[in-house]
T-cell receptor
Framework: AQSVSQHNHHVILSEAASLELGCNYSYGGTVNLFWYVQYPGQHLQLLLKYFSGDPLVKGIKGFEAEFIKSKFSFNLRKPSVQWSDTAEYFCAVKTRGNNRLAFGKGNQVVVIP | DVKVTQSSRYLVKRTGEKVFLECVQDMDHENMFWYRQDPGLGLRLIYFSYDVKMKEKGDIPEGYSVSREKKERFSLILESASTNQTSMYLC???FGSGRIYEQFFGPGTRLTVL
């Protein structure tokens, strides 16, 4: 079964700092990749997704992610965070022929004003 | 706008009780999923269903069962609740194969088993 690794479970940073969250997966075939976000007290929502084409994907709220096939990675970035980016972020992978997602353990991000 | 609703936001039950968690989606999605979310463990798939009356075990099915009698409704059942089933339960739905894939999530049910 595929696995998804997210490191640095807790991240604390100041407003205007840059954020990068790593995501690595263990599957050699075709994948679809996702980042979900869960703001405090809210349900999970899609931040961005990659299916094919340009490996640099732009999502909502200024987030972007880059798919690097050779590194089995899909890292999430934001150049300048805001207090409202405080949330838990989950990376997820869907493999071809599979109807389910494999999720990482999440990154709890706290942005200090 | 896709909507996935769950019957309760908070639920408190006693050990040994039978517990039903209900989920309804309004987008005619083929797939429906039940996860539990625990701090530091992320989302773990309990069961999923790709069609009415069809179900497949996820990664942690022990102690749970599911029912899907109608396309829009997917129920999670704890036959005899135990304290280690205290958790946040999330329901999700998606289209099946052949379409752009995305899972849409409900607000979650926080279950406490005393």
């Amino acid at each position: 079964a595929q696995s998804v690794s997210q490191h640095n479970h807790h991240v604390i940073l100041s407003e205007a700092a840059s954020l990068e969250l790593g995501c690595n997966y263990s599957y050699g075939g075709t994948v679809n990749l996702f980042w979900y976000v869960q703001y405090p007290g809210q349900h999970l929502q899609l931040l961005l997704k990659y299916f094919s084409g340009d490996p640099l994907v732009k999502g909502i709220k200024g987030f972007e992610a880059e798919f690097i096939k050779s590194k089995f990675s899909f890292n999430l970035r934001k150049p300048s965070v805001q207090w409202s980016d405080t949330a838990e972020y989950f990376c997820a992978v869907k493999t071809r022929g599979n109807n389910r997602l494999a999720f990482g353990k999440g990154n709890q991000v706290v942005v200090i004003p | 706008d896709v909507k996935v609703t769950q019957s309760s936001r908070y639920l408190v039950k006693r050990t040994g009780e039978k517990v039903f968690l209900e989920c309804v989606q309004d987008m005619d999605h083929e797939n429906m999923f039940w996860y539990r979310q625990d701090p530091g463990l992320g989302l773990r798939l309990i069961y999923f269903s790709y069609d009415v009356k069809m179900k497949e075990k996820g990664d942690i099915p022990e102690g749970y069962s599911v029912s899907r009698e109608k396309k829009e409704r997917f129920s999670l059942i704890l036959e005899s609740a135990s304290t280690n089933q205290t958790s946040m339960y999330l329901c999700a739905s998606s289209f099946g194969s052949g379409r752009i894939y995305e899972q849409f999530f409900g607000p979650g049910t926080r279950l406490t088993v005393l």
